[in-house]
Antibody, heavy 124, light 107 residues
């Protein structure tokens, strides 16, 4: 069974920094692309960032709303995913989900598994 | 960015009903479309990928169809555990984008 467990969330003041972690088990972590997806209170889902696997040189993609402030990274030796968040804004307040993505038959990657989420609150 | 438009935004249905949710992309996304289910206070769950392929463990009462820009999610014989919010997402082009969600409520 795939398990993705986020940690590191909490309260931070505007302009502050926070680092989220995601511990993965039950999957060959190094094969998967990994994503962060967030959900503001009472709102819909918003994709945040993706990191590809070693075969694709760990390249990354970001939503425009976080580009330049957030950095996604991974440590395949520890089956772990990270999201370093800087210059946090009130509008970054959300539940942050770690997700693992697999390739379909045309090798486009879709979200297959989700963590339980970790809440980040940005407030003064 | 590709806009994903779901309709309806909410619907009321009875146990045993068949429900159809539509998702329209602002550009062609081939079949790179996924569907997710989210219950209140819970993480999303992956249902369908590649527009019509069921994720492992998802019951066959769920089905997806479509290609290009227009897609549907159908739920047959609605049961109490199916009342939730459903989201589509395109994974053809970055940034990946979600539809606004469809809340399926009990009539």
């Amino acid at each position: 069974e795939v398990q993705l467990v986020e940690s590191g969330g909490g309260w931070v003041q505007p302009g502050g920094s926070l680092r989220l972690s995601c511990a993965a088990s039950g999957l060959t972590f190094s094969d998967h692309y990994m994503d962060w997806v967030r959900q503001a209170p009472g709102k819909g889902l918003e994709w945040v960032a993706r990191i590809r696997n070693r075969a694709k040189s760990y390249t990354t993609e970001y939503a425009a709303s976080v580009e330049g402030r957030f950095t996604i990274s991974r440590d395949d030796s520890k089956n772990s995913l990270f999201l370093q968040m800087h210059s946090l804004k009130i509008e970054d307040t959300a539940m942050y989900y770690c997700a693992s993505s697999a390739g379909d038959s045309s090798l486009f990657y879709f979200v297959a598994n989700w963590g339980q989420g970790d809440l980040v609150t940005v407030s003064s | 960015d590709i806009q994903m438009t779901q309709s309806p935004s909410s619907l009321s249905a009875s146990v045993g009903d068949r429900v159809t949710i539509t998702c329209r992309a602002s550009q062609v996304i081939n079949n790179h479309l996924a569907w997710f289910q989210q219950k209140p206070g819970k993480a999303p769950k992956s249902l369908i990928y590649a527009a019509s392929s069921l994720q492992g463990g998802v019951p066959s009462k769920f089905s997806g169809s479509g290609s290009g820009t227009d897609f549907t999610l159908t739920i047959n014989s609605l049961q109490p555990e199916d009342f939730a919010t459903y989201y589509c997402q395109q994974y053809n082009t970055y940034p990946l984008t979600f539809g606004g969600g469809t809340k399926v409520e009990i009539k």
